[in-house]
């Protein structure tokens, strides 16, 4: 890789990274002037008013560093017109709060011009139950799902001061690795993407962290959760090239990348379906609330959760050689033992809180 295209890698970091950093005590006096506070409910877990619109430093830093130093062909343009449109459902949802219906409109938009637009989609299984290829129709369909489930996974798990970021920055951290080094004339510029969103997301983490002066809100998670499902999305594609280090096992590892964000979502989902209730109402079921319940604090279950997510990252990494079938049975496997870990844990607890009540 050329030293030119390194230093203009590493002065998009730091200009994102100034520019949420410089951006966020602006947005906190603003926040509490105006009274655009994140008011404590049943569901949270922070106990005094604060600013949600930290999302807005994490956009100004992106948005700014990716259009002054990064090439903007195969999609990165698209993706950009994505997260303004994300930007502002999030905003207009963190000042008077919007019904699902109207984010998911906004979600629709913002995956319509990237799959549209710029063509960017899942092409091909890569082998997984012997398919190849896709048919076009399924292609966007398929894509359109992994958009909508990857952007609402992260906007789920925001709910620990750094959790989200957290998360982003690892997972963002992992895709920018490879396509910094495999990416090739096709796939390089995301390497800007994944570093103007990890400088970015540490400008604002210096204030999210326990005890946050400020939250991401949706317009930050809504933003970050699309950026990292495009990221994703061509990280999968660029296995199909040649040269590349997992070949026809991106899919799997890309899985294992995603691993906390997914299986919280898919946990959460499937256990308010069990319950009757809507999968979007809200509850403390969520992966974070459960450990914290074992009486982990705020900072230490951000830091396991990341570990977590860390290992299962080098786990796939590792284990590319078992193939695509075997490395997802394992994933889902690990995710039920875990989800059966919690479920017995958890009720062990509430018989001791009865018992001492």
């Not at 100034?18 to 509490?32: D, G, N, Q, T, W």
């Not at 830093?61 to 993706?79: C, D, E, K, R, Y």
């Not at 090239?241 to 096992?249: D, K, R, S, Y």
């Not at 830091?303 to 990494?317: R, Y």
Request: hydrophobic share 55%.
């Amino acid at each position: 890789m050329n030293h030119t295209f390194t230093i203009y890698l590493a002065l998009a970091a730091l200009w994102a990274l100034l520019i949420a950093m410089f951006a966020v005590p602006s947005i906190v006096f603003i926040a509490h002037l105006k009274n655009l506070l994140d008011t404590p409910n049943g569901r949270t877990v922070h106990q005094s008013l604060t600013p949600r619109l930290g999302g807005v430093a994490i956009f100004a830093g992106f948005m700014s560093a990716l259009t002054i130093f990064a090439p903007l062909g195969n999609g990165v343009q698209q993706l950009l017109a994505g997260c303004i449109i994300l930007f502002f459902v999030g905003l207009k949802d963190d000042m008077v709060t919007i019904s699902v219906m109207k984010k998911f409109i906004g979600q629709l938009l913002a995956t319509g011009v990237v799959m549209i637009m710029a063509d960017v989609r899942i092409t091909s299984f890569q082998g997984i139950l012997g398919i190849e290829t896709l048919p076009m129709g399924f292609s966007y369909g398929f894509t359109f799902v992994v958009i909508v489930g990857i952007t609402n996974a992260i906007n789920l798990i925001d709910g620990l001061d750094g959790l989200a970021g957290t998360m982003v920055l690892i997972i963002s951290g992992t895709f920018g690795y490879y396509f910094y080094r495999y990416g090739g004339a096709m796939f390089s510029n995301y390497a800007f993407v994944a570093v103007c969103l990890i400088g970015g997301m540490l400008g604002f983490l210096r204030y999210n962290f326990h005890k946050a002066s400020i939250f991401m809100g949706d317009t930050g998670s809504l933003v970050c959760g699309f950026i990292v499902s495009i990221l994703a999305i061509q990280f999968i594609e660029m296995g199909n090239g040649t040269g590349q280090p997992f070949g026809n096992m991106a899919p799997a590892v890309t899985l294992g990348i995603l691993f906390v964000p997914l299986f919280d979502t898919l946990r959460v989902f499937t256990l308010r379906a069990l319950a009757g209730k809507s999968p979007f109402s809200p509850d403390k079921n969520h992966i974070h609330h459960r450990i914290m319940a074992l009486g982990f604090s705020q900072i230490s279950t951000v830091l396991l959760l990341g570990l977590l997510n860390a290992v299962v990252i080098l786990f796939v990494i590792s284990f590319t050689g078992l193939g695509n079938l075997a490395l997802i049975g394992a994933l889902i496997a690990f995710g039920v033992l875990l989800s059966v870990f919690l479920g017995v844990y958890q009720s062990r607890v509430a018989r001791r809180q009865v018992a001492s009540s």
